[in-house]
Nanobody, 124 residues
Framework: QVQLVESGGGLVLAGGSLRLSCVASGGTFSSYAMGWFRQAPGKEREFVAT????????AYANSVKGRFTISRDNTKNTVYLQMNSLKPEDTAVYYC?????????????????WGQGTQVTVSS
């Protein structure tokens, strides 16, 4: 059983930056593809970014491409989401997710493990 704990959320002005972290425990971290998803008030949870077990492959939602960067440090069992040029529409609860696979997945249905989420609020 994998446990995921996100941190790094907060309140930031539009144009600012935040870095989210997700620490995993209870499994072999390097065996898992990792993803970030988000859910804004009144909306469905949506894909943000994903990264393969080695970090060699990644994918992004069009809405964040060029502004967000996903990375991982397998020695620290941690995946990161660097968010730059934040916009008010990026306001959401951000969730970290894991699936035991060497592939990458954009669909939340593919992920087996989820964190509790961290709130990101971008003020204009």
């Amino acid at each position: 059983q994998v446990q995921l704990v996100e941190s790094g959320g907060g309140l930031v002005l539009a144009g600012g930056s935040l870095r989210l972290s997700c620490v995993a425990s209870g499994g072999t971290f390097s065996s898992y593809a990792m993803g970030w998803f988000r859910q804004a008030p009144g909306k469905e949870r949506e894909f943000v970014a994903t990264i393969s077990w080695s970090g060699g492959r990644s994918a992004y939602a069009n809405s964040v491409k060029g502004r967000f960067t996903i990375s991982r440090d397998n020695t620290k069992n941690t995946v990161y989401l660097q968010m730059n040029s934040l916009k008010p529409e990026d306001t959401a609860v951000y969730y970290c997710a894991a699936v035991r696979s060497f592939d990458v997945f954009l669909s939340q249905g593919e992920y087996n493990y989820w964190g509790q989420g961290t709130q990101v609020t971008v003020s204009s």
